[in-house]
């Protein structure tokens, strides 16, 4: 693979194939009955954040740089997809260029955990208006609007 963004669980389940001899089929009813997706992919305020926001009245859509069929069943099975509005889920292994920029409706907020992506996005303001997760300091943008937790987002709005 060129790029994680280039995954398919079709794709490793004939790895495992053609390596080992397993049966793809097994491997991918493993890959989509798994049950520790919210675990796995989920931080731990991001369902009740996300529950808030919607009882508050807030659109609410994803912006992911996946291959959409992965990325789809995550969020059917940690329970995200049922809080998001469907016409606002954008899933494009280059989210940052074009053609999936140009799906996002104007004045929305971008909440992303990747400062490169939030500051590419902040080239676009005031059409988007990106915020930086920043999860891995205590460091805090002077330019980008910066939290640390989803939850700080709800005294943000």
Sequence with gaps: ???HLDF?????ATFLENLYGVNPGDVLKIYVTDSNYVAD????????????????????GIFSAAMPGPQILKIEKTGVYDLVD???IIIDPRKLG?????QLPDGVMIVDDDFEVVSRLNK????F???WCNRKSGEVNSVICTVHNLRELLHKL
């Design 86 to 88: 469907k016409h606002l």
């Design 8 to 12: 398919t669980p079709e794709g490793y």
């Design 129 to 131: 208006t990106p915020v």
């Design 41 to 60: 992919f989920l931080f731990p305020e991001v369902l009740e954040v996300l529950t808030t926001l919607k009882k508050e009245g807030y659109s609410i």
């Design 124 to 127: 676009y303001s005031p059409r």
């Design 1 to 3: 693979l060129e790029s």
């Design 98 to 102: 074009i053609d999936a920029l140009s």
